[in-house]
T-cell receptor, first 114, second 114 residues
Framework: AQTVTQSQPEMSVQEAETVTLSCTYD???????LFWYKQPPSRQMILVIR??????QNATENRFSVNFQKAAKSFSLKISDSQLGDAAMYFC???????????FGAGTRLTVKP | DGGITQSPKYLFRKEGQNVTLSCEQN?????MYWYRQDPGQGLRLIYY???????QKGDIAEGYSVSREKKESFPLTVTSAQKNPTAFYLC?????????????FGPGTRLTVL
């Protein structure tokens, strides 16, 4: 079974600076999809960014970008110009191209200091 | 507005009682999911359904039951057989035709067993 590991339970960043959240996963499949979700204090899960495994180019969404290393099975999230509203739990998720379920990591709690 | 609704937001249950959590979506999505969220463990899949009148067990289905009689609705029953039901429950849905599609989440239900 696929597993997703987020090794940083908590991270903090100064406002306007850059932070990187780590995620590794274990799979024997070659075709899959990776996601980062944000869960603010309201507990509403919000998609931040997604990456298709067959694409070599790293996905970017405004201030959010990923570093996808397929051979290393690594999928880190970089947040640039951090804002107070970025404070939240961030979950890395894996979805097989063959199966319907999504696997989540344990999450990283990000604190943004003013 | 399209979206996913979950009710109630907070639910209290006495030990030995069954309780049903509601999940409704008007996104015309084929697939629906139930997750359980505990502190430090991320999201774990309870059940999912890809089509009306069909559903599959996830990783932690014991003590739970579901039904999918309508495309829009996917209620979750927490039975008395669930030994530790106090948790935050999230419902999600997605377009099933492509696995790169994100899952959209409801606002969640916090269940507390008294």
């Amino acid at each position: 079974a696929q597993t997703v590991t987020q090794s940083q339970p908590e991270m903090s960043v100064q406002e306007a600076e850059t932070v990187t959240l780590s995620c590794t996963y274990d799979t024997s499949e070659s075709d899959y999809y990776l996601f980062w979700y944000k869960q603010p204090p309201s507990r509403q899960m919000i998609l931040v960014i997604r990456q298709e495994a067959y694409k070599q180019q790293n996905a970017t969404e405004n201030r959010f970008s990923v570093n996808f290393q397929k051979a290393a099975k690594s999928f880190s999230l970089k947040i640039s110009d951090s804002q107070l509203g970025d404070a939240a739990m961030y979950f890395c998720a894996y979805r097989s191209a063959l199966l319907s379920d999504m696997r989540f990591g344990a999450g990283t709690r990000l604190t943004v200091k003013p | 507005d399209g979206g996913i609704t979950q009710s109630p937001k907070y639910l209290f249950r006495k030990e030995g009682q069954n309780v049903t959590l509601s999940c409704e979506q008007n996104l015309n999505h084929d697939a629906m999911y139930w997750y359980r969220q505990d502190p430090g463990q991320g999201l774990r899949l309870i059940y999912y359904s890809q089509i009306v009148n069909d559903f599959q067990k996830g990783d932690i289905a014991e003590g739970y039951s579901v039904s999918r009689e309508k495309k829009e609705s996917f209620p979750l029953t927490v039975t008395s057989a669930q030994k530790n039901p106090t948790a935050f429950y999230l419902c999600a849905s997605s377009i099933e035709q492509a696995h790169d599609n994100e899952q959209f989440f409801g606002p969640g239900t916090r269940l507390t067993v008294l």
